[in-house]
């Protein structure tokens, strides 16, 4: 027989199912008659060197797959950074391929004289390994109108029902409870308010963990708490005949 917390972990499972079929069909797209332009799109394409190659097949084969795309609102792709403001060009390299992409989706071997086998630093300063392309200059940037052909628009009865699930996770506590159920590791939460004091007690666990290391606690209690530095040189005592 089921208990309280057993019919509320039940509803709890059902309300988040049904947030997740809604927002799957949150929205719908539709397609436009006549395309609208919206910023510019740059991307990679073989470079006329390339074009002429025998391995021309094979080069747009790996251009498919690390070939990337931006898009801007100026045709220049520049956006101004730092204190100056000073005009830069975005960088837009080519896409590395990580090891276990490669042989997930097993590429061919004859790929592997276009690569190198290199350590990546990625965002959250891991060192991760990745197949990087060796000859960048195969390819050139190109730069054409970005036209759109579709648009999503939203539900409103949909957005209706998902507010109102939303409002009834967060009073009931809904996602923590349903992030345990499912296995997921639990973190304590500071509340908005507290950013503040989450920062200052970081960094005065720092300047605790920095005061640790300079001083050394005696295992005697009678022993002076702070370290003593010691030197070994040789000291020589002369006393007066």
């Known amino acids: 027989m089921l208990n309280s917390r057993d019919l509320a972990d039940r509803q709890i499972i059902a309300v988040v199912r049904e ?11 539709i397609k436009l008659e006549q395309p609208i332009q919206r910023g510019w799109r ?3 394409v073989l470079s006329e060197r390339a074009a002429a190659r025998r391995d021309r097949p094979i080069l747009e084969a790996i251009l498919a797959v690390i070939g990337t795309v931006k898009i801007h609102h100026n045709r220049d792709f520049r956006r101004r950074r730092g204190r100056r403001k000073k005009l830069v060009e975005i960088e837009q390299p080519l896409r590395p391929i990580p090891i276990h992409e490669w ?3 097993n590429y061919p071997d004859e790929w592997h004289r276009y690569f190198r086998y290199e350590l990546v630093l990625e965002w959250n300063r891991h060192w991760q390994p990745y197949w990087v392309f060796t000859q ?28 109102e699930l939303n409002s009834w996770l967060e009073a009931h506590e809904g996602w923590h409870r349903y992030g345990w159920l499912k296995g997921r590791r639990q973190r304590y939460r500071w509340k908005e308010e507290d950013t503040g ?8 666990h720092q ?8 001083y050394f606690p005696e295992v005697d209690p009678v022993a002076s708490k702070r370290r003593i530095r010691l030197s070994f040189r040789r000291v020589i005592f002369i006393f007066p005949a």
């Not at 947030?19 to 797209?29: E, F, G, T, V």
């Not at 054409?144 to 409103?156: A, G, I, K, M, T």
């Not at 004091?197 to 005065?204: F, G, I, T, V």
């Open 136 to 163: 960048p200059s195969l390819y050139d940037l190109k730069v054409e109108r970005n036209w759109l052909w579709y648009f999503r628009e939203v539900d409103p009865a949909i957005e209706t029902r998902l507010s």
């Open 19 to 29: 947030h997740d079929a809604l927002c799957r069909r949150r929205y719908k797209i």
């Open 42 to 44: 740059r991307f990679y």
């Open 197 to 204: 004091k989450q920062r200052s007690l970081e960094r005065e």
């Open 103 to 105: 042989q997930r989706k």
């Open 207 to 214: 300047r605790d963990i920095a005061r640790a290391c300079d």
